[in-house]
């Protein structure tokens, strides 16, 4: 159950990493596409560090969860508009699999240990 667990967790930071993507991608269909294709992935960055990560400053029982809601619906959103729907479908369905799985209690206290 260990390696499932880890493999879940593994998921949960490709998720995390694919949702910042998504922001470059839109970001990249804006002006200045230079500027804007680095600058908002930083912001759900710091959104994720502050409130939403397993050791967030900010975080707790009703902060973490709506955070990571509103990072992963606005990625979804980002790739929506950015005219990749079939993509923005399935990152939406991977993110709901993948953290829903992260909340299993044999899940969950493979983040509380570390």
């Known amino acids: 159950m260990a390696i499932f667990g880890w493999t879940v967790l593994a998921l949960v930071f490709v998720d995390e990493l ?10 990249w269909q804006q002006d200045p ?37 509103i990072v992963f619906g606005l990625a979804t959103a980002a ?11 399935v990152f939406l369905g991977f993110s709901v699999v993948v953290n829903g799985l992260a909340l299993l209690p044999s899940i969950r206290v493979l983040v509380d240990r570390e």
């Open 18 to 27: 694919l949702a910042m993507t998504a922001f470059g991608v839109w970001g």
């Open 33 to 69: 596409r230079w500027l804007l294709v680095w600058l908002l992935p930083l912001a759900p960055m710091l959104a994720w560090y502050f409130f939403a990560s397993p050791k967030a400053r900010y975080g707790g029982t009703l902060v973490r969860p709506v955070a990571k809601v």
């Open 79 to 89: 790739l929506w508009d950015a005219g990749h729907e079939p993509w923005a479908v």
